[in-house]
């Protein structure tokens, strides 16, 4: 009997889009990020969908995400959209000096257990 999973999301790298900006200030306020775990639908289980999606997430200064997009794709369309869908509504903690947004990368592991 195959059981529906649900999807592990981590924080994978932090990266920003102004090198001259403190890393431990970026790191600290992106390494706590809270992310909605994608649904799995019923009828992706029928066709074993299965795979890892690695995105880029454009974190503003108040902590929400402005832009996503796919780095490594799971193989399967529909597991890349679940993902930038959930990881749109990703939250951060926000900057305490108003800086410049702030790229970070979330995986979403799609496992059938």
Request: proline fraction near 4%; aromatic fraction near 6%.
């Amino acid at each position: 009997m195959i059981i529906r999973s649900i999807a592990a999301v981590s924080l994978i790298l932090l990266s920003t889009i102004n090198p001259s900006q403190a890393a431990s200030t970026s790191n600290s306020r992106l390494s706590n990020a809270e992310c909605n775990v994608p649904n799995y639908r019923t009828a992706w289980q029928d066709d074993d969908l299965q795979g890892n999606v690695k995105l880029a997430v454009l974190v503003d200064a108040n902590g929400n995400v402005q832009d996503t997009k796919v780095i490594s794709s799971s193989g399967h369309v529909a597991l890349d959209k679940a993902s930038l869908r959930a990881g749109a509504s990703c939250k951060f903690k926000p900057a305490s000096n108003g800086s410049e947004p702030v790229w970070a990368q979330v995986q979403y592991n799609w496992v059938l257990n």
